[in-house]
Structures are given as C-alpha cells and as structure tokens.
T-cell receptor, first 112, second 112 residues
Framework: GQQLNQSPQSMFIQEGEDVSMNCTSSSIFNTWLWYKQDPGEGPVLLIALYKAGELTSNGRLTAQFGITRKDSFLNISASIPSDVGIYFC????????????FGTGTSLTVIP | ETGVTQTPRHLVMGMTNKKSLKCEQHLGHNAMYWYKQSAKKPLELMFVYNFKEQTENNSVPSRFSPECPNSSHLFLHLHTLQPEDSALYLCASAEARSYEQYFGPGTRLTVT
C-alpha cells in the first residue's frame, strides 16, 4: 500500500519554541489531513487541506499542502505543554475513494 | 452524547472467545470506518461502510466480521482471535463525500 513518511519521528522541545514536522509520499495526493492523538484517545482532526499550495491555520497551528502534491507540513508556534501528543498526517490519493493512508506519526514532548 | 463513541474502552479476551465492539456516531454522517492501530505502525484501515453498504475490506481476516445496521451504528464482531490482534481499534465517521474523518476514543483490545 501507499507509504507516508513522517519526520521527525519524535521531538523534544522547550515550551515556547516553534515546531515543524512534515509528511512525504511517493505519489500525488488530493487531500492532506493532520491529526493529533493524545494517549488513550482517538485522533482529533486539526487541519484539512484540499489544494496544492494551500496554507491553512487553526490557532497556533499552520499546515501547508506542498505544491508538488507529494508533501505537507505542519507548524506549531509558541508550543505549550498541552501540545504534547502524537501528530499524524493522512492523505488521499486519486482513485482511492474514501481510503486514507496514515503516516507513522511524530511524537511531540514539550518540556515546561 | 456527542461525536463518536466506542464501547467497551478496554477488552481482554481469550483466543476462543467471541466478543463485539460497538461504535456509535451522533454527527449525522453516512460513512463509517474501522481502523486497527498497533504500536509503531500506521493506522490500518480495515473496513469502510457508505450508507450502510460495505465498500472496502482491506484483506482483513475473517475472524473480524463487521456489521452496520444503520448509518449511526457500526459493530466489529470478533472470534477466535490471535495474540497479534491485540491493538487499539478505532472507529471513525465522515460525511459521505467528505474526507474529514472523526474518530472515536478506541477500544484497547488484548488477546490472551
């Protein structure tokens, strides 16, 4: 199946720092989504992107749909302790209907 | 209740047991999904239902049997599972023509 490569795998940062993570694929994607998962819970949708080059913000979070359509980026500004969790990218390729492919996740730890 | 709920939240079962996982969505969506989340692996899509009809079955072993009696409820019937089936099972829902999936909290399954 389709593979989405997320990097970095884990990050340890100081509170107040900015965070950047990305997701790349070998195929073109039509849609990119970013999710956050807290321990013991299901993923929560953060941002959805539908067009190449699109830049969308949700509070301190900003995500971009890469112009090649093979990557996406998520930035978190001025991190706070509650940003701790695992961030997943997910994407949908042409002709796969409702099937989504998920990345392996980026684990974020924020040190107060 | 709001969003997507799943019961039970935790389940321990022997390999000869039969059990069922339940998912209910209160979002008025028409598509529902089962995913398996194992440690250090991407979310694996298992089944997709659109308007109560199964549209995806990602080569899931027959010991997992889904049921979708209506667009609000989704079940996963389990029988003669293996220890490697231990994982977090996540349910999600979405509007029929949307890619934005909303997840439940998951059922943590342990097969002994």
């Amino acid at each position: 199946g389709q593979q989405l490569n997320q990097s970095p795998q884990s990050m340890f940062i100081q509170e107040g720092e900015d965070v950047s993570m990305n997701c790349t694929s070998s195929s073109i994607f039509n849609t990119w989504l970013w999710y956050k998962q807290d321990p013991g819970e299901g993923p929560v949708l953060l941002i959805a992107l539908y067009k190449a080059g699109e830049l969308t913000s949700n509070g301190r979070l900003t995500a971009q749909f890469g112009i090649t359509r093979k990557d996406s980026f998520l930035n978190i500004s001025a991190s706070i302790p509650s940003d701790v969790g695992i961030y997943f990218c997910a994407g949908q390729t042409p002709n796969t209907g409702n099937q989504f492919y998920f990345g392996t996740g980026t684990s974020l730890t924020v040190i107060p | 209740e709001t969003g997507v709920t799943q019961t039970p939240r935790h389940l321990v079962m022997g390999m000869t047991n039969k059990k069922s996982l339940k998912c209910e969505q209160h979002l008025g969506h028409n598509a529902m999904y089962w995913y398996k989340q194992s440690a250090k692996k991407p979310l694996e899509l298992m089944f997709v239902y659109n308007f109560k009809e199964q549209t995806e079955n990602n080569s899931v072993p027959s010991r997992f049997s889904p049921e979708c009696p209506n667009s609000s409820h989704l079940f996963l019937h389990l029988h003669t599972l293996q220890p490697e089936d231990s994982a977090l099972y996540l349910c999600a829902s979405a509007e029929a023509r949307s890619y934005e999936q909303y997840f439940g909290p998951g059922t943590r399954l342990t097969v002994t």
